[in-house]
């Protein structure tokens, strides 16, 4: 059974950059063929995919976050991280990290696993 916990900070002032960490237990992230992905949703609006990783360190992002988003791994912790750049209060979302056997699973936003999830909020 594949566990996730996001961690990170839960407020990050406007042009900062925001780091979350995911990390899994019960499965190693160099399994093949799985991905690990980041997932938000903001305040009273619907889930938006971020990007994702794969078990060959490949990695993949939604266009519209491209330029200020970048996913990385370290095999020695078992984690993954989301780092995204130049944050605004628009940034303000639960963030989620998941994964799946499937990329297009991950990319519709149904993975088979979820993590909890964190608030963030941006705001000076």
């Known amino acids: 059974q594949v566990q996730l916990q996001e961690s990170g900070p839960g407020l990050v002032k406007p042009s900062q950059t925001l780091y979350l960490t995911c990390t899994v237990s019960g499965e190693s992230i160099t399994t093949n063929y799985y991905y690990w992905s980041w997932i938000r949703q903001p305040p009273g609006k619907g889930l938006e995919w971020m990007g994702a990783i794969s078990y060959l360190d490949s990695t993949y992002y939604s266009p519209s976050l491209k330029s200020r988003t970048s996913i990385s791994r370290d095999t020695s912790k078992n984690q993954f991280t989301l780092e995204l750049c130049s944050v605004t209060p628009e940034d303000t979302a639960l963030y989620y990290c998941?994964?799946?056997?499937?990329?297009?699973?991950?990319?519709?936003?149904?993975?088979?696993?979820w993590g909890q999830g964190t608030q963030v909020t941006v705001s000076s």
């Open positions: 998941a994964a799946d056997l499937t990329f297009h699973n991950i990319v519709v936003m149904t993975p088979q696993y």
